[in-house]
């Protein structure tokens, strides 16, 4: 049996066992998700197509990795007007396995794992939050959004991590890009760019 999914505004034909990645779904490893947006279902020439969903089909899955898809670059630049502009994106994304395929309003077998009470995980996400990567310097923070590239919001990502002024930015080694690139949205290519701005900045 095969069934046609909409998830993330994509659309995926999938089976029993099949490993996918979608969009980044909010859930834990190893938890249960249910896909309700059923577009068809079926199994060899017999298919029953839904307007729009299949009333009572439900699709379950289990969440085996969280991670990231590959960086894809936006680049734009003006002839003769000394402007250009990079943008790296790395869209999140969730591996799953498809554990069943659902009809007639049928209750999933398999259920998502206890999770642990709410004032633990809160403490821990608190724990999360008050651990930035990098020690920020004293003294008043630049307007990072002066270099091209950076918004008020990734000022805002950066300083909430501890970068604060252009002397800063620009003394990134190599080995804090690549941590910058594996804990935020932020591309390597990215970032090196803001630091060589930053290093005429911070002149």
């Not at 197509?49 to 894809?72: D, H, M």
């Not at 395929?101 to 939050?129: H, M, N, R, V, Y």
Request: no cysteine.
């Amino acid at each position: 049996m095969f069934a046609v999914i909409k998830t993330g505004g994509k659309q995926y034909r999938v089976a029993a066992n099949d490993l996918l990645k979608i969009e980044k779904v909010e859930a834990s490893v190893g938890d249960i998700v249910e896909i309700g947006h059923v577009l068809a279902h079926g199994e060899g020439e017999n298919v029953t197509f839904g307007a729009p969903f299949v009333e009572g089909a439900l699709v379950t899955a289990e969440v085996v990795e969280q991670g990231k898809n590959r960086t894809v670059i936006a680049f734009k630049k003006r002839r003769r007007q000394n402007s250009r502009r990079k943008i790296g994106h790395r869209q999140l994304l969730t591996t799953v396995r498809i554990s069943e395929i659902l009809l007639d309003g049928a209750k999933p077998s398999k259920k998502a794992e206890a999770k642990a009470p709410k004032k633990e995980a809160k403490a821990k996400s608190e724990e999360t939050a008050a651990a930035p990567l990098f020690k920020a310097p004293k003294g008043e923070p630049d307007d990072l959004t002066v270099i091209k590239g950076i918004g008020p919001v990734a000022a805002k990502d950066l300083n909430e991590q501890g970068i604060i002024t252009f002397a800063q930015l620009a003394k990134l080694s190599d080995k804090d890009v690549a941590k910058i690139d594996e804990h935020m949205p932020f591309s390597a290519d990215q970032i090196k760019d803001w630091r060589e701005q930053a290093k005429e900045l911070a002149k």
